[in-house]
């Protein structure tokens, strides 16, 4: 099972930005999609932003579109969500997650991925 790390969390005034970095080991890197999800306190954890396996094809949830913009450097075997023009809603913990699949576009669910990196804490806040 490929092992994921999270790293570039912390706090930040509303309109600022944070760069996220997931860092995989244990698998060929290339053989997964790549996703960020995101959960607040007495929420579920919600769908973020998914990438293809060369880094082509990217689909996001609606209330981010425009602003955060997801990559992967495949010799480095990372996944990077870069968040731009932060809210406080974004707050919330921020996971990175896997899945060995050929398939596109991913299935947008916390289920459907079954690797998952310890979350690290976004806060928006003035």
């Known amino acids: 099972q490929v092992h994921l790390v999270e790293s570039g969390g912390g706090s930040v005034q509303p309109g600022g930005s944070l760069k996220l970095s997931c860092a995989a080991s244990?698998?060929?890197?290339?053989?997964?999609?790549m996703g960020w999800f995101r959960q607040s306190p007495g929420k579920e954890r919600d769908f973020v932003a998914t990438?293809?396996?060369?880094?082509?094809?990217?689909k996001y949830v609606d209330s981010v579109e425009g602003r955060f913009t997801i990559s992967r450097d495949n010799v480095k075997n990372i996944v990077y969500l870069q968040m731009d023009t932060l809210k406080p809603e974004d707050t919330a913990v921020y996971y990175c997650?896997?899945?060995?699949?050929?398939?596109?576009?991913?299935?947008?669910?916390?289920?459907?991925?079954?690797?998952w990196g310890q979350g690290t804490q976004v806060t928006v806040s003035s």
């Open positions: 997650a896997a899945k060995s699949t050929h398939i596109w576009p991913a299935i947008l669910s916390p289920s459907y991925f079954n690797a």
């Open positions: 990438i293809d396996r060369i880094g082509h094809s990217t």
């Open positions: 244990g698998r060929t890197f290339s053989n997964y999609v």
